[in-house]
């Protein structure tokens, strides 16, 4: 542990890195690091760890209700998703990055430059061009976490920050969790080092301030893709919950569903809404670890072989933290005896 927390040290004393949070929990035994100007309680943006949290369980809580099926057509719930191949997607496959959907629609920064509200990412998801055949190929894609959770408010007929609060975040007890600001503020927040901001995000461009990952705009959004607000102890709290299951939220059998290999065939293993096995989480884990990173700087994964939960989150994207510090720190952690 102590070489991990170096790891980190090291760049928030050479001015890389500005805050950061590792939090650990193996068995019984808790350790929470803070870094820089962070604090215990530090909300971080989660980035694209926010699918899992804001969309895929979301949807399994209706599949607990018997309300959907992961194997029906999307098109049953959003019958303006009609248009060729578009009708065979399944709700799974917006889950598993198989539907054919793009990553972002090729007028993201357009839509995030005019604020547009998520309806109109909405709009342009059922109508972008698919890449193949659904089921056929894995393409990582958040438009499909996005109408996977323009279904969950059709069918609950409530906004998703306000089902998540309800069914997720109070269930658990992660007090400090929310999708886009609810009640807190943007000053709550740790604020991105932006500079080095996905192309998606901005890129670091100065003229993208007003939609970058510090602006009002895409702290309020509350994108199921990527705009979740969340502690260390929080998420860990969460990934917890798949460990050690309680019935708080989602049954054993549907919460198994989840982080289960869903994907065997394809070039990446994912389960229903998480990443499953060694790669992208820690070299040391098994191949029944599941998890999340996300572009903004963060990483969260579980070991069922160890019992042990992961969460780091920064403030420096994971295009220079991801080698720099993300993946370097999980793989010590994850090879501890």
């Known amino acids: 542990m102590q070489t991990a927390t ?21 068995g019984d035994q808790v350790t929470q690091h803070v870094f820089g100007k962070a604090q215990v309680d530090s909300m971080f943006l989660l980035g694209s ?13 209706l599949v607990d209700r018997g309300e959907v099926k992961l194997s029906e057509r999307a098109v049953k719930y959003l019958p303006e998703f009609n248009e060729g191949a578009r009708k065979d997607v399944t709700i799974e496959q917006l889950l598993t990055h198989t539907s054919g959907l793009p990553d972002q629609l090729e007028n993201n920064n357009e839509l995030r430059a005019q604020h547009a509200p998520l309806s109109e990412f909405v709009k342009g998801a059922v109508r972008t061009p698919l890449l193949f ?8 894609q958040s438009m499909g976490i996005l109408l996977a959770a323009e279904i969950v408010e059709r ?3 409530m906004p998703l920050p306000d089902f998540l609060l309800q069914h997720v975040f109070t269930p658990l007890g992660m007090s400090r969790t929310v999708l886009g600001l609810g009640k807190f503020k943007k000053s709550d927040m740790v604020p991105m080092q932006t500079e080095h901001a996905a192309p998606e995000a901005g890129g670091g461009d100065p003229k993208a301030r ?3 990952w510090n602006s009002d705009y895409w702290r309020n ?19 917890r919950s798949f460990l050690h299951f309680d019935g708080k939220v989602l049954r054993e059998e549907t919460a198994r569903l989840m982080i289960q290999d869903r994907t065997p065939t394809l070039e990446a293993h994912r389960g229903i809404g998480f990443m499953v096995g ?18 903004t700087g963060t990483l969260a994964w579980a070991d069922p072989a160890t ?23 999980a793989d010590l952690i994850s090879t501890l005896s």
């Not at 019992?307 to 720190?329: E, M, Q, R």
């Open 6 to 26: 170096q790891i980190i040290q090291t760049q928030i004393d050479n001015g890389t890195l500005h805050s950061a949070v590792l939090h650990v929990c193996r």
């Open 49 to 61: 760890i926010t699918k899992p949290l804001a969309a895929a369980v979301p949807v399994m809580i």
């Open 133 to 140: 055949a659904p089921g056929t190929k894995y393409h990582y």
């Open 155 to 157: 069918v609950s007929k």
């Open 210 to 212: 007003e939609w970058d």
């Open 221 to 239: 959004l509350g994108a199921p893709w990527g705009g979740a607000h969340s502690t260390a102890s929080d998420m860990s709290i969460f990934l």
């Open 278 to 295: 060694t790669a992208s989480l820690g070299k040391g884990c098994s191949a029944h670890a599941f998890g999340h990173s996300g572009s």
């Open 307 to 329: 019992n042990t939960t992961f969460v780091l989150l920064t403030a420096l994207p994971k295009n220079v933290s991801g080698d720099l510090i993300l993946h370097p720190v």
